[in-house]
């Protein structure tokens, strides 16, 4: 498998995701301060879930870095993994027009679980395929559990109060993203 391919390939959906949610986002109805307040949602779903492609984004581009070869499982794997994070934007635009209603929340927080889930088995095949890889902390079960127990959290309160899901999300990636980038700023 040519790894130079699949990582183009993998940037550029990631980058049209990006992209994609932010466009999700409307102009206010009025020119004032409430006009923006009412896209609170809008925002903080866009933040939350351009963070956490942000974040897979960096942690991807260093494990394949690191590979010498990409096995038919990564690839496919990476094909799955792909495949979730290309739903992101979508539930992101729901729950940023409907915070207050269960399916929106419950569809986020499952997607984003199984995205979690499969780059881990992705990360996991690579490491498998490459064993002089040594795993760093994003590839680590005790960095990622965190993120595991928080979506289930956040699956679980979709259930009783919708608009706390999309905050629990947000506290869990920024609990991920602050020791993920300065644990690994120095070792590139």
Same mark, same amino acid.
């Given at each position: 498998?040519? +790894?130079?391919?699949?990582? *183009?390939?993998?940037?550029? /959906?990631?980058? &049209?995701?990006?992209?994609?949610? @932010?466009?999700? %986002?409307?102009? #206010?109805?009025? @020119?004032?301060?409430?006009?923006?307040?009412?896209?609170?949602?809008?925002?903080?779903?866009?933040?939350?879930?351009?963070?956490? &492609?942000?974040? @897979?984004?960096?942690?991807?581009?260093?494990?394949?870095? +690191? $590979? +010498?070869?990409?096995?038919?499982?990564?690839?496919?794997?990476?094909? @799955?993994? %792909?495949?979730?994070?290309?739903?992101? #934007?979508?539930?992101?635009?729901? &729950?940023?027009?409907? #915070?207050?209603?269960?399916?929106?929340? !419950?569809?986020? =927080?499952?997607?984003?679980?199984?995205?979690?889930?499969?780059?881990?088995?992705?990360?996991?095949? !690579?490491?498998?395929?490459?064993?002089? %890889? +040594?795993?760093?902390?994003?590839? =680590?079960?005790?960095?990622?559990?965190?993120?595991?127990?928080?979506?289930? $959290?956040?699956? !679980?309160? *979709?259930?009783?109060? #919708?608009?706390?899901?999309?905050? /629990? !999300?947000?506290?869990?990636?920024? =609990?991920?993203? %602050?020791?993920?980038?300065?644990?690994?700023?120095?070792?590139?």
């Amino acid at each position: 498998m040519n +790894k130079s391919r699949l990582e *183009s390939f993998t940037d550029e /959906i990631i980058a &049209i995701a990006a992209t994609i949610m @932010v466009l999700e %986002i409307r102009v #206010p109805n009025n @020119v004032s301060l409430s006009g923006l307040t009412h896209l609170w949602s809008a925002f903080l779903s866009y933040m939350v879930s351009f963070t956490l &492609i942000y974040m @897979v984004w960096y942690s991807h581009h260093r494990i394949f870095a +690191k $590979a +010498k070869m990409i096995s038919n499982n990564a690839y496919a794997l990476n094909g @799955v993994w %792909i495949f979730f994070m290309t739903l992101t #934007p979508f539930t992101t635009a729901w &729950i940023g027009e409907f #915070p207050n209603s269960t399916l929106p929340e !419950i569809t986020y =927080s499952v997607i984003l679980l199984l995205w979690s889930i499969t780059y881990q088995m992705l990360n996991r095949q !690579i490491r498998k395929d490459n064993p002089e %890889i +040594k795993k760093d902390l994003t590839h =680590s079960l005790r960095f990622r559990l965190p993120l595991y127990g928080g979506m289930l $959290a956040a699956l !679980i309160v *979709s259930f009783l109060i #919708p608009v706390l899901t999309l905050i /629990i !999300i947000a506290l869990t990636t920024i =609990s991920l993203a %602050i020791p993920m980038l300065w644990r690994n700023k120095n070792s590139a």
